[in-house]
C-alpha cells in the first residue's frame, strides 16, 4: 500500500534550519506523476499548506509566511520530496505533514514535530 513517511523534525533554535524529507513507496503510478505537497499543523489551529511541487516538478508554490526562506524540491529518482527550512521563526513550530495527490487520489504521511525555539 502507499506509504509516505516524514523525517528531519527536531527541535531547533530560532533563525536555524532543517531539512525534512518525505519517502514515497506504494504508489501506482510512477512519483513523478504526484503532486507532492507539505502541510503543517500547529495546536489549535488549521492544517495549513506551507509548499507544493506540480507533478514532473514543473512549478512550485508557496505559503507567503514562508516564502523566501523554505524550498520545497523532489528526487523522483529516490521518490522522496524535500522541504529545506531556514532562518527558523517560533511561529513555524507545527506538525509538518506531507502530501501526494494524483487526480482523485490524495494520501498523507503521518507527520513530524518541528519546534522552533530558544
Keep these: 500500500q502507499v506509504q509516505l513517511v516524514e523525517s528531519g523534525g527536531g527541535l531547533v533554535q530560532p533563525g536555524g534550519s532543517l531539512r525534512l524529507s518525505c519517502a514515497a513507496s ?3 503510478f510512477t512519483f513523478s ?3 507532492m505537497s507539505w502541510y503543517r499543523q500547529a495546536p ?3 492544517r495549513e499548506l506551507v509548499a507544493a511541487t506540480s507533478a514532473f516538478g514543473g512549478s512550485t508554490n508557496y505559503a ?3 516564502k523566501g526562506r523554505f524550498t520545497i524540491s523532489r528526487d523522483n529518482a529516490k521518490n522522496t520530496v524535500y522541504l529545506q527550512m ?3 521563526k517560533p511561529e513555524d513550530t507545527a506538525v509538518y505533514y506531507c ?3 494524483r487526480y482523485g487520489s490524495m494520501y498523507w504521511g503521518q507527520g513530524t514535530q518541528v519546534t522552533v525555539s530558544s
Design 33 to 35: 506523476s504526484y503532486t
Design 86 to 88: 531556514i532562518s527558523l
Design 26 to 28: 506504494g504508489f501506482r
Design 44 to 46: 489549535g489551529k488549521e
Design 64 to 66: 507567503s509566511s514562508v
Design 99 to 101: 502530501k501526494a495527490t
